[in-house]
């Protein structure tokens, strides 16, 4: 039985302070003033006040307009505006300012392209190196239609990571993702692994999936090579959106999480707030454990 989204009252785990702070304010008046986006903003991410005084944020490029209208997902989708060819270097003089060692970087699905947007990615990324050759890098990328072609652009600019979502278990996948699937993703995330590039996932949790069935996600992911996951609770924009049907406790991620490590992922990052970015800086290391 599914819970009202609008009736639902948070748990204890799942309550955050609000965000504040001198580094807040600095990393929300240099987005501001550089005219870029962040997921952080547009996907009401509960961990922006904890990272944006951490000095970090994950900036999204392409725009906040998606092309896809997937159920979940607070981003808004409509027709996107055109692209703008000066976000790249605005994008890396802010990750300059904010000395960041490491960045990470998403986009909208841009279906409206002929390439999905893999070249301005590639430009993106290249650039950001240009101007911060020491920084190490994690993009958080659409699927491309799972063209290879689409994919090698990204791949061949060389980020430190680069990570795919399948979002779900495979059963519910195409109940709340408006284009994308399951075996596609896998896929996707394949080819990256065997490009010699750490290969991440993430998939929430809450949207009435089995413990069984959240397993086999991890095994599928785990057979494909990817060598980081994260693993998080589902919340709902409103309630036009998926359901929220449960709030899976604090102990049950405990559980995925230690299911992972034995699965043999290099990290596991698993828990109530946990986000496809939190902690980025640290799935680094699966560079050296992977």
């Known amino acids: 039985m599914s819970l009202k989204n609008d009736t639902i009252r948070l748990p204890r785990w799942m309550k955050v302070p609000m965000p504040k702070g001198e580094n807040y304010s600095k990393v929300r008046n240099l987005i501001h003033d550089h005219q870029l986006n962040t997921i952080c903003t547009s996907g009401n991410c509960p961990n ?11 900036f999204m490029i392409l725009g906040e307009k998606c092309t896809r209208n997937c159920r979940f997902c607070y981003v808004e989708a409509t027709k996107p505006d055109p692209i703008d060819w000066n976000e790249p270097e605005r994008l890396a003089q802010t990750i300059a300012t904010l000395k960041l060692k490491h960045a990470v970087i998403t ?14 990615w590639a430009i993106t990324i290249k ?9 190490t890098m994690e993009v ?12 090698d652009y990204v791949i061949k600019a060389r980020p430190e990571v680069i ?27 394949k ?14 949790l809450g949207v009435g999936e089995t413990r069984d069935e959240v397993l086999q996600a991890l095994h599928d992911l785990r057979s494909v090579g990817v060598s980081v996951v994260t693993i998080g609770q589902y919340l709902p924009p409103g309630e036009l959106h998926t359901r929220l049907m449960e709030y899976v406790k604090p102990e049950d991620f405990a ?5 992972g490590l034995e699965m043999g992922f290099a990290y596991v990052e698993s828990g109530p707030l946990v986000r496809s970015s939190y902690h980025a800086e640290q799935h680094i290391h699966a560079l050296k454990r992977g």
Request: aromatic share 6%; net charge positive.
């Open 107 to 120: 986009s909208v699905a841009r279906d409206d392209l002929h390439d999905g947007g893999a070249r301005f």
């Open 140 to 151: 958080l990328i659409p699927d491309f239609d799972g063209k290879t072609e689409l994919l």
């Open 163 to 189: 990570s795919h979502n399948i979002e779900t278990v495979e059963r519910i996948s195409p109940k709340i993702r408006s284009k994308a699937t399951y075996q596609r993703s896998l896929q996707v995330l």
């Open 127 to 135: 650039s950001i190196k240009k101007v911060n050759p020491t920084v």
């Open 255 to 259: 559980f995925y999480k230690q299911a």
């Open 48 to 58: 922006k006040g904890e990272c944006w005084n951490a000095g970090t944020a994950t």
């Open 191 to 204: 080819h990256i692994a065997s490009q010699g590039i750490v290969a991440k996932s993430g998939i929430m």
